[in-house]
């Protein structure tokens, strides 16, 4: 990697590490110069404003949470299982967990800023498609539904957990696990 990319990713990591620490707005150009070591000047170098740093950060960032997990819990065949881990995988850390934290700061600051929604739109199009792949695979009877069920059912349980930890995921699982079952 160049030297110059090497520094951009210095400001990626530094501006994704600031978001839940700090919150979507504290987090300055002078903030992430500081915690990735260069000068301030560096930071409009490569990029244009703090808000676009703070979005590519935060894209990255939701993209590799989801997507780990998604991968590893697919790989399964048995629905319960499938749900489970991901579930699980995503909720592991606990509820102040900083990957959680940027999803929902990022999540609220999506709200002001149309391309930060439409990415992370994006992103759980993404989500969306793969569980679809997977619940067609499956042979589930509506797995359109199905798969637009699941991901918003994954989004109001970490909320939910973030605001009460001792939420267990065990009837959510067997509840989108009974979603899934082919038709008999």
Request: no cysteine; charged share 25%.
């Amino acid at each position: 990697m160049s030297r110059p990319a090497e520094t951009r990713e210095k400001l990626i990591d530094a501006a994704a590490s600031l978001i839940p620490e700090l919150g979507w707005d504290n987090v300055s150009s002078r903030r992430v110069a500081d915690r990735a070591g260069v000068n301030l000047g560096v930071v409009h170098y490569h990029v244009n404003s703090i808000a676009e740093l703070r979005r590519i950060a935060a894209i990255r960032r939701i993209r590799a949470f989801f997507e780990g997990p998604a991968r590893e819990a697919l790989l399964e065949t048995d629905p319960r299982t499938a749900i489970g881990n991901l579930l699980n995988s995503l909720s592991a850390s606990g509820p102040r967990d900083p990957e959680l934290l940027l999803l929902f700061e990022s999540l609220v600051a999506a709200g002001r800023d149309d391309r930060l929604r439409e990415e992370i739109a994006g992103s759980l199009a993404e989500l969306r498609t793969r569980l679809l792949e997977w619940l067609t695979e499956q042979g589930a009877a509506a797995p359109a539904a199905a798969a637009v069920t699941i991901t918003a059912a994954i989004d109001g349980y970490l909320l939910q957990r973030a605001l009460d930890p001792s939420l267990e995921p065990d009837l959510l699982i067997e509840a989108l696990a009974s979603l899934v079952r082919p038709p008999t």
